[in-house]
């Protein structure tokens, strides 16, 4: 008791056990504020900082990518069950459009089998297909193989010509393919490219049904996805690569087709810049999946590629770029001289650098749009924000149709429909056919009319649950309870999913068995909400190092680095060791995945596939991270207890707690 007299005597004791515990403590303490959870100092640092962002975040990104969000934010942004129900709509046969498909080919024999019979397998009227196969002086067996496939199959097709140049290159190969029909749409494709066979049917489907004003529609490359970023909603980016592209012709002939004083390395940013200079906007189409035979490693080091990607660079700077991006080729030619290449580059750039002068003048007189609004985006030679993947390969798609099915949980309250129609709409456009999605609404039916308006149309299951206000966790609880799928993911109603999100954390499961949980990176997305005025101001895209983390169990025990949309689990998890604790407000997702990770291997993939988000407003980031601060060494004692009683109760071969 602490009136006794042992008690007295052995207070020395206990001051210095307390005096020891804390000493032990201030190295993770120091750690976990200083280079753990983000605390005041961020906001601190963001305030002090700000005026110096620019300097790292180009001005013309962050308005190039409000234009897009301001356009996301627009009550017809997307068909209302969102674009993977149009790409999958049914049409009868004669109300599919003409198209032409252009070809160029150059010594390329061992690619050109695999592209002539994906077009042959297309789930598309043949009949309405023009093929225009342009050979640039193969001396290789392609135009045999051409000729062979015209005489054998041209009779499947509107038309098959094959037309022999005298390599004139990639841009005015295409510009003259575009000259030879009328048809009212162009498909320009790479020969090292594979069609899938619903590919083209779903593009074009697609192109159909859009605005006036989208010029081209870019279909979706595998293994290796061209990974910049598109907006998640309506699939609207800054440029394309036309590996496989559809355009619209009508567009590609006023604008002049590509821009010929330009290799074939630069031209499809070229021509995605000069349109949307013009005020067209481009579109990226993830159903439309075409296979690329890349050899990444090759390219590195061929010099061509080499020399035509930094000479491309340097000649969009200086046709649509700011002053600070002109300044900046400046300063990148002599660096890209000093990097290690391949054998003859050097040599190459300097002549790559004498044309370019000579054209200088000329093109900084084209230079209207940079000098007044922002067309293109300059990330030394990137074109804007790159996800995190690209050399990360997909997996081939699974033989079976039964696919597994996945249960996709979306917790909200009251006055956040308009953020939950978004959240959906990335849902619903997921390539991953088999879904439900279950909405969870805590407190009330405010919701209700916006679920309804996107069940009507969704292409599986979309169900609605509400609860009284009882908050988070028991939401969280609900949706689990009702969910069929074998897998369970979270998305907030302020989160964001890629199209293809679902498709990677699942195939990423089925490829390793002996996995119970599946984590991809995601953009941290610093942004103001005004609530009132249904208004987002994005500020910057973020992949924090924090995330870059592959599993651990001992470093997910004092730190979580897995955002609870970014994760796909078992639902036996939720079975054999419960759901949230319901009395936790903050940190119940870091919780939750401790006591799974006690029980089972999760697996990261390092692709950037999702985005959630935080606040700029530096007094609102400061207490949003206090509150989850004040809740970290509750919920970390709590969780280290219950971990430690379940491991007890194995080792004595007691029944273990259930956990709820």
């Known amino acids: 008791m602490p009136s006794s007299r042992w008690w007295r005597r052995t207070r020395p004791l206990r001051i210095g ?26 906001a601190f640092l963001q305030t002090a900082f700000r005026p110096l962002r620019p300097l790292w975040v180009p001005g013309a990104e962050r308005t190039l990518l409000q234009e897009m969000l301001s356009r996301r934010l627009l009550p017809d942004a997307v068909p209302t069950g969102g674009w993977r129900t149009v790409c999958n709509a049914v049409m009868p046969a004669e109300g599919w459009p003409a198209v032409t498909v252009s070809v160029v080919t150059e010594d390329s024999e061992r690619w050109l089998p695999g592209l002539l019979q994906s077009l042959r397998r297309q789930h598309y009227p043949l009949a309405r297909l023009t093929l225009v196969l342009m050979d640039n002086g193969s001396s290789d067996g392609t135009v045999a193989l051409l000729r062979d496939f015209q005489a054998r199959h041209g009779m499947l097709f509107g038309a098959v010509r094959l037309l022999q140049l005298p390599n004139p290159g990639f841009g005015v190969a295409h510009n003259q393919a575009a000259m030879q029909t009328a ?42 996805e061209q990974l910049k970023h598109y907006d998640p909603v309506t699939w609207e980016t800054l440029w394309s690569s036309h590996a496989c592209i559809l355009l619209r012709r009508s567009t590609f002939v006023a604008l002049r087709g590509y821009d010929e004083r330009l290799s074939s390395c630069g031209q499809d940013v070229e021509f995605s810049f000069r349109c949307r200079e013009a005020g067209y906007r481009l579109r990226y189409c993830p159903p439309a999946q075409v296979w690329c035979h890349t050899d990444v490693a090759a390219n590195a080091l061929n010099p061509a590629q ?27 030619a002599p660096v890209a001289l000093l990097r290690r290449g391949a054998t003859g580059a050097r040599r190459r750039l300097l002549g790559a650098y004498a044309r370019l002068l000579r054209q200088a003048p000329a093109l900084l007189s084209q230079n209207a749009a940079g000098r007044h609004r ?22 081939a798609p699974p033989a079976s149709d039964h696919l597994p099915l996945v ?48 069940a009507e149309h969704a292409p599986f299951p979309v169900r609605r649950l509400s609860q009284p206000k009882r908050g988070r966790s028991p939401a969280g609880n609900l949706g689990l309870a009702a969910a069929t799928g ?60 924090w995330y870059l983390q592959p599993f651990d169990r001992a470093e997910l025990a004092w730190r979580n680095y897995i955002p609870i949309q970014a994760i796909l689990f078992e639902r036996y998890l939720f079975e054999a060791y419960g759901g949230f604790w319901e009395h936790l407000e903050q940190l119940e997702d870091w919780n939750l995945w401790r006591r799974y990770a006690a029980h089972a291997d999760f697996l990261l993939i390092p ?35 219950a971990l430690a009683v379940r491991a007890s109760a194995s080792v004595h071969g007691s029944p273990p707690p259930r956990w709820s």
């Open 407 to 454: 249960s996709v949980i979306t917790r909200t309250y009251a006055g956040r429909d308009w953020l939950l129609r978004q959240a959906g709409l990335s849902v619903l456009q997921q390539t991953w056919p088999s879904l439900e999605w279950i909405v969870v609404e805590d407190g009330g039916d405010s919701c209700a009319a916006t679920v309804a308006e996107l």
């Open 306 to 332: 080499h020399v035509g990607r930094i000479g491309a660079g340097l000649f969009l700077r200086l046709r649509y770029g700011a002053a600070r991006d002109i300044l900046a080729a400046v300063l990148l």
């Open 374 to 395: 922002p067309v293109g985006v300059f990330r030394r030679f990137d074109y804007g924000m790159v996800r995190a993947g690209g050399t990360e390969p997909a997996a």
């Open 17 to 42: 056990a307390r005096l020891l515990r804390a000493v032990s403590r201030a190295p993770r303490l120091l750690v976990r504020r200083f280079l753990g959870p983000r605390t005041r100092l961020t």
């Open 486 to 545: 074998r897998w369970c993911l979270f998305l907030d109603d302020d989160d964001l999913l890629y199209a293809d999100h679902v498709e990677t954390l699942a195939g990423a499961l089925l490829a390793n068995p002996g996995v119970a949980a599946a984590y991809s990176l995601a953009w941290e997305v610093r942004c103001d909400i005004d609530a009132a005025t249904h208004r987002i101001h994005e500020d910057a895209y973020l992949l924090d190092p």
């Open 183 to 224: 048809d009212p749409f162009l498909l320009v494709i790479d020969s090292k490219v594979e069609l899938t066979p619903q590919a083209l049917a779903r593009v074009v489907a697609m192109a159909l049904v859009d605005a006036g004003d989208v010029a081209s529609w870019e279909l979706r490359q595998a293994p290796y």
């Open 607 to 641: 692709k950037t596939t999702s985005l959630f988000r935080k606040p700029a407003n530096p007094e609102r980031a400061g207490a949003r991270q206090a509150a989850l601060d004040d809740a970290y060494e509750q919920v970390k004692a709590e969780t280290d207890a």
